[in-house]
């Protein structure tokens, strides 16, 4: 499967974006899916998880609460609403295919999209 991330921008704190990756090969509905950031100097970290049906999610504690997470397997799409977002939450954002459930991904990566909250 193969992955594409957008809708990442430049917005102040408390505000919104919605992140979208969509998927090419019709094995998209078969993979548990997640997306993960990465800030300048820091590892990549987990955001956000949802399984193959759509029936189960997790999400890391930073973004609990504020980061909503779906997806639409007949288009291929898996969504990251972000709301309530803080400076800390800038970040190039990537979606996975996951290996192990709800946080081991997959060599499938999608190419990231730079979110940057400013104070």
């Known amino acids: 499967v193969q992955l594409q991330a957008s809708g990442g921008g430049l917005v102040q704190a408390g505000g919104s974006l919605r992140l979208s990756c969509v998927a090419s090969?019709?094995?998209?509905?078969?993979?548990?899916m997640g997306w993960f950031r990465q800030a300048p100097g820091k590892e990549r970290e987990f955001v956000a998880a949802?399984?193959?049906?759509?029936?189960?999610?997790n999400y890391a504690d930073s973004v609990k609460g504020r980061f909503t997470l779906s997806r639409d397997n007949a288009k291929g799409t898996v969504d990251l609403q972000m709301n309530s977002l803080k400076p800390e939450d800038t970040a190039v954002y990537y979606c996975?295919?996951?290996?192990?459930?709800?946080?081991?991904?997959?060599?499938?990566w999608g190419q990231g999209t730079l979110v940057t909250v400013s104070s």
């Open positions: 090969g019709r094995t998209f509905s078969n993979y548990n």
């Open positions: 996975a295919a996951l290996r192990v459930w709800p946080r081991e991904p997959t060599d499938h």
């Open positions: 949802i399984s193959w049906s759509g029936g189960s999610r």
